[in-house]
């Protein structure tokens, strides 16, 4: 079992930016793949990027390419998100999630981008972007 806590949403300007991280605990964060999620009121969840357990390969939705930048660091049992540019359409609420199946580049296929492809949730973190 592997339990997931985010932080570091907050209110921001556009064209600001942010650090999301998500800290797992549980004993096999390592093995695992983890993805970015959000979520706006009204609104699906939706794929926003993902990292493979090595932290070898990453994939983005492309509204956020070259904006986001996922990372990870297995030492510390965290999985980052950077948010740059932000814009008044980012504003969503922003969950990670770990995934047994899409652990590798070969299994982080657009399947990769459904969120029942994940096992573990965490509670989500605001972010709010202002115009």
């Known amino acids: 079992q592997v339990q997931l806590v985010e932080s570091g949403g907050g209110l921001v300007q556009a064209g600001g930016s942010l650090r999301l991280s998500c800290a797992g605990s549980?004993?096999?964060?390592?093995?695992?793949?983890m993805g970015w999620f959000r979520q706006a009121p009204g609104n699906q969840r939706t794929f926003v990027a993902a990292i493979t357990w090595s932290g070898d390969s990453t994939f983005y939705d492309e509204s956020v390419k070259g904006r986001f930048t996922i990372s990870r660091d297995n030492t510390k049992n965290t999985v980052f998100l950077q948010l740059n540019s932000l814009k008044p359409e980012d504003t969503a609420v922003y969950y990670c999630a770990g995934s047994w199946r899409r652990t590798t580049a070969a299994a982080m296929g657009v399947e990769s981008q459904s969120p029942a492809e994940y096992d573990y949730w965490g509670q989500g973190t605001q972010v709010t972007v202002s115009s």
């Open positions: 549980g004993g096999l964060f390592s093995s695992i793949g």
